[in-house]
């Protein structure tokens, strides 16, 4: 698809340039994301790594690339998470989503709160004892979460409420997206019941199906909270 040339540039930025040298991407992986960028940013794509191979052909001195560097070039951009890989066809064909620069950028590690503060220090607790209060608090403080949103869960619905904090944020966002409610306000939700008749039976099916994993919702989740520290929350570091 024909693109505004320095639309497309534009794309790049020196924080690219960081992220090749922080992974060390040899100058293959580089100059293919680069082209990768062109065809679409956080969305699926379905590009033809020969036809790459061909323009770089007609501007690289020593010509196209060989087959196994090309190949160790992609293989590249999806170990360092530049792109997420879809579905593969072929060696050269595949269908991709390219992230974002934002979405790669180191996370800031949230500050946890300490539920041994409540615990005798003198009395040792079992690793069963402990689990299981780390869990039944996780399970009151998600529970507390989705009653905040009028979203509301008996205590047995772990499939709901033991899970991490962050995955709940993301449901409650998807929630809120879906339903006519979408107003934020200094980066936090607001409440509003529109069209979504059954919220709990939404929530269960977004978690179950993890909503926020497909690229257009969270393309609109990242246009949201993309420059905002609860970004952050919502997608904490993993790695």
Request: proline share 5%; glycine share 2%; with cysteine.
């Amino acid at each position: 698809m024909p693109q505004n040339r320095n639309t497309s540039i534009s794309h790049w930025t020196y924080k690219h340039d960081e992220y090749c040298l922080k992974n060390s991407l040899p100058p293959a992986a580089k100059l293919l994301w680069q082209w990768l960028l062109k065809k679409g940013i956080n969305t699926e794509v379905e590009p033809d790594l020969k036809e790459f191979n061909k323009w770089v052909a007609k501007h690289r001195s020593s010509g196209a690339y060989c087959r196994n560097t090309l190949k160790d070039a992609f293989n590249k951009l999806v170990e360092c998470r530049a792109i997420n890989l879809v579905r593969k066809y072929t060696w050269n064909i595949v269908k991709i989503v390219t992230r974002p620069i934002e979405y790669l950028k180191p996370k800031k590690k949230l500050r946890k709160r300490n539920i041994f503060d409540t615990l005798d220090a003198s009395k040792p607790q079992s690793s069963d004892h402990v689990s299981y209060q780390q869990q039944q608090l996780r399970i009151t403080e998600n529970k507390l979460t989705f009653s905040r949103y009028g979203i509301h869960f008996d205590d047995d619905e772990l499939e709901v409420l033991d899970r991490p904090r962050n995955e709940v944020m993301l449901a409650i966002v998807c929630y809120q997206m879906a339903d006519e409610g979408r107003v934020t306000q200094s980066n936090q939700i607001k409440v509003f019941r529109g069209k979504v008749k059954n919220p709990e039976g939404w929530i269960r099916t977004c978690l179950r199906k993890r909503y926020w994993d497909k690229p257009r919702t969270y393309e609109q989740i990242f246009y949201k909270y993309g420059n905002s520290d609860f970004i952050d929350e919502l997608f904490p570091d993993t790695q």
